[in-house]
């Protein structure tokens, strides 16, 4: 017992050696055999290479990352103004708006255009969350529902005008109009659905 308790005060008095903190983050040797360990830093089965381990179980977030085609954001602005200018048109002014088109005075109650002044301000509330979106699915639906309306308004003012039995030059080009926004709406909604090939 005295010997034990003599042991432990030599222990105590004796100096300790100054500990040396290792720094794990400056010694690249140990960086390496700990990312080893944890199964970061090497490219996995699709090539893509792992910074951290919650990037690794989780997906590299590059993955979801949008390539957009050229002048998409733009063709999105322009989409999202012309709706809503022509759905205050529709809503303020819809017997004026029907004059312009089909060159004679709206016979019936304009409640129907106003109807379709509404319809357009909720495409055009659409078309506006896809301009600030950075998803590319809420992108693609947003071009696909644009493409489905002027394809309808397409068909809809080519039937009107043929029961009617008169071209007018404002109609024309109206129908000129929808296929060209028709073609451009489905040519980025084409670009954004094809899939990257890997370098």
């Known amino acids: 017992m005295f010997l034990y308790k003599k042991s432990v005060c030599a222990m105590a008095s004796k100096p300790h050696a100054p500990l040396m903190k290792k720094h794990s983050q400056t010694d690249l040797i140990s960086r390496l055999k700990s990312r080893k360990i944890l199964g970061v830093g090497g490219e996995d089965d699709d090539g893509e290479v792992h910074r951290s381990k919650i990037s690794q179980m989780l997906g590299n977030e590059m993955k ?6 050229l002048g998409l954001r733009v063709w999105i602005l322009i989409s999202a103004v012309a709706f809503t200018v022509m759905a205050v048109m529709a809503l303020v002014f819809p017997n004026q708006l029907y004059e312009v088109v089909f060159e004679e005075e709206l016979s019936t109650t304009s409640i ?5 002044g509404g319809a357009l301000l909720s495409l055009a509330l659409i078309i506006w969350n896809g301009l600030y979106t950075a998803e590319k699915i809420v992108i693609q639906w ?3 529902s644009e493409a489905c309306y002027f394809a309808v308004q397409f068909l809809v003012t080519s039937i009107t005008l043929m029961e009617v039995g ?14 060209f926004f028709l073609v451009v709406t489905l040519a980025y909604y084409y670009q954004l659905g094809r899939k990257l090939k890997k370098i």
């Open 142 to 144: 947003t071009l696909l």
């Open 112 to 116: 129907s255009v106003r109807l379709y």
């Open 166 to 179: 008169i071209l007018p030059n404002a109609a024309i080009l109206l129908l000129l109009s929808r296929v």
């Open 64 to 69: 979801f990352a949008v390539r957009e085609p």
